[in-house]
């Protein structure tokens, strides 16, 4: 009894004190499980979501800064429009004219996921921004050298006292902003969301196309991420110029050999281009690679050894379900762009 | 007397314990850039950065219980001198063995960014495959068939069966624990990392980087490196 007594004491005392002091405490940022979906991977405890941490991340992430010549944010190659990832870009471009070998991957649903990356070498989302940031061929900055710009910002001061309660700036707690930021990153209002809900239904193709790919897609593509977030081998030969193995550069295990992470289908429409490598330009030149051009290794992925086999009927009726993936609602939504913020049309992109 | 010792051995006393890692190339004092040195086959070598994490830093008397001076992850790096000195208190009572680990627990290593001497920025983290580097000793030499004849041993790995935790135990001789404040001096010698368990030469491995055999038997062999200077 003593105990609680002397806790809420302090606990009075110290918000008080932060009302003296003119510091408010964050705001709590409530994080929804959509209905019927798996519990969330990421531990929200370490991280509390609050609205001020979420906006601070929101800055970060669409801060120029955090590349060494001010070029390149995280929002250059993650674009709301494509759900987060490059529009048009087979490949990222990097600082100094440089390429990366990987195809933007959309951000979205991150808090299920356990692993980064389409080789899953990351093992924690607070971790993830540490790549980009500081690799030569994409943000090419140091951590110290983002700590020290964020620094001398007066308006980063206070943003960072108003989500972490100091004005310290370290690496902890921008990566911290960050995962508060993309955590909420969440599309779960798509079509085929309504028509689970019971609020709407498809049409004909839609439900004759989600017919179809129950049936030949959703082992590896599955509901309700359209990710079982596995590693495979879809029978892409490897690029000569890339020399990207994928998954067995991170686990040095010949068996993971051209292996990557299964996409979210989700907002697939928007994504394009496909493929670790960004090699497919349409969903048109995916479904040929399934059904014609796949190149069968030891590693290929054993529902796959025969090919997928895919008339051009079912081409048309899985697109159409596809199609119900897109969540405009996502795409557009003004709370994932800073304020002031113009979301590039897609027609005007520049390369 | 009796009482005198009892007084020691119960926690009475409260007693500094600094340890000094001291960093050297055979007999010779480490200097970073402006010195070349021959490594076991050979090979000249000069260092251009050499540091490492130091954990579980305990104590152990005749008793056999260990006791732990501190649960913190140190990074002991050659371009920072106050890094090299460690400060402890502890209870007085005797001990005859120091040990720590030179690596960082698995767990620091999948649970987001860290702080401290923990931090990613210190640049001994991996991003691109998660995990801490736990040593690195990277330099040039006229043997590395590499660009701009570099060489870089970069240690790390702490799932199995790549952990390149180790564990290093040293005696510590009972002069240098009888006075009220131990100082205790390690010389780490940077030769071992060449030729200790395995051999390991610059001209056949000028890069590790990343977990896996080459880094173990590193590990192996760096695990070696520490003796109390007397």
Same mark, same amino acid.
């Given at each position: 009894?003593?105990?609680?007594?002397?806790?809420?004491?302090?606990?009075?005392?110290?918000?008080?004190?932060?009302?003296?002091?003119?510091?408010?405490?964050?705001?709590?940022?409530?994080?929804?499980?959509?209905?019927?979906?798996?519990?969330?991977?990421?531990?929200?405890?370490?991280?509390?979501?609050?609205?001020?941490?979420?906006?601070?991340?929101?800055?970060?992430?669409?801060?120029?800064?955090?590349?060494?010549?001010?070029?390149?944010?995280?929002?250059?190659?993650?674009?709301?429009?494509?759900?987060?990832?490059?529009?048009?870009?087979?490949?990222?471009?990097?600082?100094?004219?440089?390429?990366?070998?990987?195809?933007?991957?959309?951000?979205?649903?991150?808090?299920?996921?356990?692993?980064?990356?389409?080789?899953?070498?990351?093992?924690?989302?607070?971790?993830?921004?540490?790549?980009?940031?500081?690799?030569?061929?994409?943000?090419?900055?140091?951590?110290?050298?983002?700590?020290?710009?964020?620094?001398?910002?007066?308006?980063?001061?206070?943003?960072?006292?108003?989500?972490?309660?100091?004005?310290?700036?370290?690496?902890?707690?921008?990566?911290?902003?960050?995962?508060?930021?993309?955590?909420?990153?969440?599309?779960?209002?798509?079509?085929?969301?309504?028509?689970?809900?019971?609020?709407?239904?498809?049409?004909?193709?839609?439900?004759?196309?989600?017919?179809?790919?129950?049936?030949?897609?959703?082992?590896?593509?599955?509901?309700?991420?359209?990710?079982?977030?596995?590693?495979?081998?879809?029978?892409?030969?490897?690029?000569?110029?890339?020399?990207?193995?994928?998954?067995?550069?991170?686990?040095?295990?010949?068996?993971?050999?051209?292996?990557?992470?299964?996409?979210?289908?989700?907002?697939?429409?928007?994504?394009?281009?496909?493929?670790?490598?960004?090699?497919?330009?349409?969903?048109?030149?995916?479904?040929?690679?399934?059904?014609?051009?796949?190149?069968?290794?030891?590693?290929?992925?054993?529902?796959?050894?025969?090919?997928?086999?895919?008339?051009?009927?079912?081409?048309?009726?899985?697109?159409?379900?596809?199609?119900?993936?897109?969540?405009?609602?996502?795409?557009?939504?003004?709370?994932?762009?800073?304020?002031?913020?113009?979301?590039?049309?897609?027609?005007?992109?520049?390369? | 007397?009796?009482?005198?010792?009892?007084?020691?051995?119960?926690?009475?006393?409260?007693?500094?314990? +600094?340890?000094? $890692?001291?960093?050297? =190339?055979? #007999?010779?004092?480490? &200097?970073?850039?402006?010195? %070349?040195?021959?490594?076991?086959?050979?090979?000249?070598?000069?260092?251009?950065?050499?540091?490492?994490?130091?954990?579980?830093?305990?104590?152990?008397?005749?008793?056999?219980?260990?006791?732990?001076?501190?649960?913190?992850?140190?990074?002991?790096?050659?371009?920072?001198?106050?890094?090299?000195?460690?400060?402890?208190?502890?209870?007085?009572?005797?001990?005859? +063995?120091?040990? $720590?680990?030179?690596? =960082?627990? #698995?767990?620091?290593? &999948?649970?987001?960014?860290? %702080?401290?001497?923990?931090?990613?920025?210190?640049?001994?983290?991996?991003?691109?495959?998660?995990?801490?580097?736990?040593?690195?000793?990277?330099?040039?030499?006229?043997?590395?068939?590499?660009?701009?004849?570099?060489?870089?041993?970069?240690?790390?790995?702490?799932?199995?069966?790549?952990?390149?935790?180790?564990?290093?135990?040293?005696?510590?001789?009972?002069?240098?624990?009888?006075?009220?404040?131990? =100082?205790?001096?390690?010389?780490?010698?940077?030769?071992?990392?060449?030729?200790?368990?395995?051999?390991?030469?610059?001209?056949?491995?000028?890069?590790?980087?990343?977990?896996?055999?080459?880094?173990?038997?590193?590990?192996?062999?760096?695990?070696?490196?520490?003796?109390?200077?007397?």
């Amino acid at each position: 009894m003593r105990t609680v007594i002397t806790i809420s004491c302090l606990l009075l005392l110290m918000i008080s004190l932060s009302w003296i002091s003119g510091l408010k405490p964050p705001s709590p940022l409530k994080f929804t499980v959509p209905k019927n979906w798996p519990q969330p991977h990421y531990d929200f405890t370490k991280n509390p979501l609050t609205q001020e941490g979420f906006l601070l991340g929101r800055k970060l992430f669409y801060d120029l800064r955090l590349s060494v010549d001010s070029t390149v944010s995280c929002a250059s190659c993650h674009q709301q429009f494509a759900a987060f990832s490059t529009f048009e870009h087979n490949l990222s471009h990097g600082v100094n004219n440089s390429l990366t070998t990987r195809n933007a991957p959309a951000l979205q649903n991150l808090a299920w996921q356990k692993e980064f990356r389409l080789d899953g070498g990351i093992n924690h989302l607070d971790l993830q921004p540490l790549m980009p940031i500081t690799a030569s061929n994409e943000m090419g900055e140091t951590l110290a050298g983002i700590i020290q710009k964020l620094q001398q910002d007066a308006e980063y001061k206070k943003m960072f006292t108003a989500a972490f309660g100091t004005s310290l700036i370290n690496t902890q707690r921008i990566m911290k902003a960050l995962s508060q930021y993309m955590l909420m990153l969440v599309s779960c209002n798509s079509k085929y969301d309504q028509v689970m809900r019971g609020e709407t239904s498809f049409i004909l193709p839609e439900q004759l196309g989600y017919e179809i790919f129950k049936q030949k897609c959703s082992s590896c593509h599955k509901e309700p991420l359209f990710t079982d977030l596995s590693y495979r081998n879809t029978g892409m030969p490897v690029d000569n110029t890339l020399n990207d193995y994928g998954r067995m550069t991170i686990t040095g295990n010949k068996k993971d050999s051209l292996k990557f992470k299964v996409p979210s289908l989700r907002n697939v429409a928007v994504t394009y281009p496909y493929g670790h490598d960004g090699r497919f330009f349409s969903l048109l030149n995916v479904f040929e690679h399934y059904r014609k051009n796949m190149v069968v290794s030891e590693t290929t992925d054993s529902l796959l050894v025969h090919k997928l086999a895919l008339s051009n009927y079912e081409i048309g009726q899985l697109t159409a379900f596809l199609n119900t993936l897109t969540d405009t609602a996502f795409l557009k939504n003004p709370l994932f762009a800073p304020d002031g913020y113009t979301v590039t049309p897609s027609f005007i992109h520049v390369h | 007397m009796a009482l005198i010792s009892s007084f020691v051995i119960s926690n009475g006393h409260r007693r500094t314990i +600094t340890i000094r $890692f001291k960093h050297k =190339v055979g #007999s010779q004092d480490l &200097v970073l850039f402006n010195k %070349t040195y021959t490594n076991p086959f050979g090979e000249p070598i000069t260092i251009t950065r050499f540091k490492y994490y130091v954990s579980h830093i305990r104590v152990t008397g005749a008793d056999q219980k260990e006791r732990t001076l501190s649960a913190k992850t140190f990074l002991v790096d050659e371009a920072d001198s106050a890094s090299k000195t460690l400060i402890f208190t502890d209870d007085g009572a005797a001990f005859q +063995t120091l040990s $720590f680990e030179i690596g =960082v627990d #698995s767990i620091l290593n &999948v649970s987001g960014v860290q %702080t401290g001497d923990l931090d990613p920025l210190k640049g001994m983290f991996w991003t691109w495959n998660s995990g801490y580097i736990f040593a690195k000793m990277e330099g040039v030499s006229d043997s590395a068939h590499a660009p701009a004849h570099s060489f870089s041993w970069d240690v790390g790995g702490y799932k199995s069966p790549s952990n390149a935790k180790r564990s290093v135990q040293l005696s510590v001789p009972a002069s240098l624990t009888a006075s009220s404040d131990a =100082v205790i001096v390690i010389d780490a010698d940077l030769l071992k990392w060449f030729n200790a368990t395995h051999t390991l030469k610059i001209s056949q491995h000028p890069f590790c980087h990343q977990a896996g055999d080459l880094a173990m038997q590193i590990a192996d062999n760096y695990a070696n490196m520490f003796s109390v200077a007397l």
